[in-house]
């Protein structure tokens, strides 16, 4: 059974860098998309970034579009978002979704049926 574990979170200065991990066990990621969604302090979870298992491209969020970077590394069965120059705005869990693909091009908002537990991120002086 597919079991998501993130880490990496943290509290970091406005500007600052942060490098969120999502790690896999029971199940071969490379074989699903994934994608990092967020949710803020009384707002809805919305994803900001995916990465597809058929194309292998991303698609990001206007919101985080040049500055956060996900990837793969199947050696550690693993996802990493990358995020640079955080605003106060990026505050807020992040989970990591997997999905079976549809398309070849991965889902940014919907369709993920496995979750981990989430990795709070704070940015703030």
């Known amino acids: 059974q597919l079991q998501l574990v993130e880490s990496g979170g943290g509290l970091v200065q406005p500007g600052g860098s942060l490098r969120l991990s999502c790690a896999a066990t029971g199940f071969p990621l490379d074989a699903l998309d994934i994608a990092w969604f967020r949710q803020a302090p009384g707002k809805e979870r919305e994803g900001i970034s995916c990465i597809s298992s058929v194309s292998g491209k991303s698609q990001y969020a206007d919101s985080v579009k040049s500055r956060f970077t996900i990837s793969r590394d199947n050696a550690k069965n693993a996802v990493y978002l990358q995020m640079d120059s955080l605003k106060p705005e990026d505050t807020g869990v992040y989970y990591c979704?997997?999905?079976?693909?549809?398309?070849?091009?991965?889902?940014?908002?919907?369709?993920?049926?496995?979750w981990g537990q989430g990795t709070q991120v704070t940015v703030s002086s």
């Open positions: 979704g997997a999905a079976h693909p549809l398309l070849p091009t991965c889902r940014l908002r919907w369709g993920y049926d496995f």
